[in-house]
């Protein structure tokens, strides 16, 4: 099956920088990469996901990218804010199937 | 509110016994997946349903079965408990299948004791 990974799996930064986080993926033939927020307690919500007929996509603060040559793609947060911190997976699905998560990226946004 | 309802919310179990974790997707979503969440191991696919049917198996134990009813919903069933079992399971569901968004539960908390 698909192969995900991400890092880092912690990243803490001051309120107002920015944040990324970064997953590789093995499938060649993937081309749905979403992005899913954990907030404690709570499943996961998608809050951005980009297709691979799309370079970078964005959504107020919140953007993905995709490199499909190197197989990999990124979440950056602009301006983070301390109601940002929680876990971020990445995702991607092997061929026709459920989606792969990456481990997880617990983000504490400190002020 | 995803309005995916899974529950019970928490079980407490010993080892060897067996439990049925239960879901009720999102109205009008025919795909139903189930997944393990555990601090090491992230958020492991197990197993989907598709209108009644199996359509994709992840690392789901022998130990693990699931079925959707004719009504979509979904149970998972836990059995001969290992302590290792110890997990969030989660169900999500999806109008269609791999390549759209997921709406998750708010998870079933086992504890294998």
């Known amino acids: 099956g698909e192969n995900v990974e991400q890092h880092p799996s912690t990243l803490s930064v001051q309120e107002g920088d920015s944040a990324v986080i970064k997953c590789t993926y093995s499938d060649s033939a993937s081309n749905y990469f979403p992005w899913y927020k954990q907030e404690l307690g709570k499943g996961p919500q998608l809050i951005i996901d980009i297709r691979s007929n799309v370079g970078e996509k964005k959504d107020q603060r919140i953007a993905v990218t995709l490199n499909k040559t190197a197989k990999h793609f990124s979440l950056h947060i602009t301006e983070t804010q301390p109601e940002d911190s929680a876990v971020y997976f990445c995702?991607?699905?092997?061929?026709?199937?459920?989606?792969?998560f990456g481990k997880g990226t617990s983000l504490l946004v400190t002020p | 509110d995803s309005g995916v309802t899974q529950t019970p919310k928490h079980l407490i179990t010993a080892t060897g016994q067996r439990v049925t974790l239960r879901c009720s997707p999102r109205?009008?979503?025919?795909?139903v997946y189930w997944y393990q969440q555990s601090l090491d191991q992230g958020l492991q696919f197990l197993i989907q349903?598709?209108?009644?049917?199996?359509?994709a198996k992840g690392n789901i134990l022998e130990r693990f079965s699931a079925q959707q009813f004719p009504d979509l919903h979904s149970e998972l069933n836990l059995s001969s408990l290992e302590l290792g079992d110890s997990a969030l399971y989660f169900c999500a569901s999806s109008v269609v299948p791999a390549d759209g968004e997921l709406f998750f539960g708010e998870g079933s908390r086992l504890t294998v004791l």
């Open positions: 109205s009008g979503d025919l795909s």
């Open positions: 995702a991607a699905p092997p061929t026709g199937y459920a989606l792969n």
């Open positions: 349903y598709y209108n009644g049917e199996e359509r």
